[in-house]
């Protein structure tokens, strides 16, 4: 049996933000990159007191809510602060589905916000946020853009409007649906999967051990730093072997995806695997809940922008 008890840890709320187009708006085809940076920007000048300060140096850095959301440094005094000097990050903004690029003035577009534990109660404050992106504009040009609904998914896995002092869902692993499985069970690669191996890039489909051990780091490291869980090294050492799953079958390419980043001035590259892999073998059916909740908060590097998403298909 598998024990991951930090994932009894792990809360999260899903919000639904969709907008309306007051000019032209031109973003890319992924649209991650995009609202990522006007939401980073827009957020650190809504509550930023130390404009001239780099975030680094800042002596409130572990207090700020833009530091906590989008640096998530470990403090100097954490045991494993040496390995560990940031946090993975406790958010995701995964973009509606659709490939338009153009927006045309009263036509809508917008992204769902997922925050992870501690981060939740920083949601009021986002409202306004919300409102300084429209003003700020996004894409080429800088197209402005208004607020238009608000969302939140609740424990129907329903989205309903949100009160403006309304109080979003808490999910769980307890309120999610965490389906049973047999021997073998297909993971649909919805955005590109980053995983990297002794340094590199991993290009062909990861085994089946490689993928939930990553997986399961990540989510530890989320539950532990933003959700209060224990420490969980011991149980990450002593999880169960996962020798007899096996790739069945794997059809995956590599997507080669690009955004220029302001703050660094450069191009950065998102390439990952897309695609479908099936895997195959006893006890898959232990890892369910694990592979139901990274379904939830994704997998692999760059997940803020909504990269590593898969969904669960099961045979």
């Known amino acids: 049996m598998v024990n991951l008890s930090f994932l009894e840890s792990i809360t999260f709320i899903r919000v639904r933000i969709i907008f309306e187009a007051l000019e032209p708006i031109v973003l890319p085809v992924y649209k991650g990159s995009a609202f990522r940076g006007c939401f980073g920007e827009s957020f650190r000048n809504e ?6 300060v780099l975030c680094g140096n800042c002596p409130e850095r572990f ?3 833009f530091s906590q959301l989008f640096n998530s440094y470990v403090p100097e005094d954490h045991p494993h602060q040496r390995k560990y000097s940031k946090s993975p990050h406790p958010y995701i903004i995964d973009p ?3 490939n338009q690029a153009n927006f045309e003035k009263g036509e809508t577009f917008g992204f769902d916000l997922t925050l992870i534990g501690e981060t939740i109660r920083i949601l009021p404050l986002l409202l306004r946020v919300f409102n300084r992106m429209g003003e700020t504009g ?5 197209g402005r853009f208004k607020p238009l609904t608000f969302q939140s998914l ?6 309903e409007t949100l009160p403006y ?3 979003p869902a808490i999910l769980s692993i307890d309120k999610i649906d965490v389906q049973p499985a047999k021997n073998q069970i297909s993971l ?12 590199n890039l991993l290009h062909t489909a990861p085994e089946f051990g490689f993928f939930v051990g990553r997986l399961a780091q990540r989510i530890a490291l989320l539950a532990h730093f933003h959700c209060n869980a224990p420490w969980p090294e011991p149980e990450l050492n002593a999880r169960t072997e996962t020798n007899g799953i096996h790739i069945a079958e794997a059809n995956v390419q590599t997507a080669d995806w690009r955004r220029y980043s302001g703050t660094q001035d450069t191009k950065m590259n998102f390439d990952g695997l897309t695609g479908q892999i099936t895997y195959e073998g006893e006890g898959i059916n232990d890892w369910m809940p694990l592979l139901t909740m990274g379904s ?12 590593g998403k898969y969904s669960i298909i099961k045979e």
């Open 154 to 159: 609740n424990a129907k896995m329903e989205y």
């Open 165 to 167: 002092f309304g109080q």
């Open 63 to 65: 207090e700020c809510p």
């Open 188 to 199: 649909h690669l919805d955005n590109p999967l980053r995983l990297r191996e002794n340094g």
């Open 96 to 98: 509606m589905a659709g």
């Open 296 to 307: 939830w908060l994704h997998a692999g590097s760059t997940a803020t922008f909504g990269l």
């Open 47 to 52: 509550v930023c007191s130390r404009r001239n």
């Open 138 to 142: 996004i894409g080429k040009g800088r």
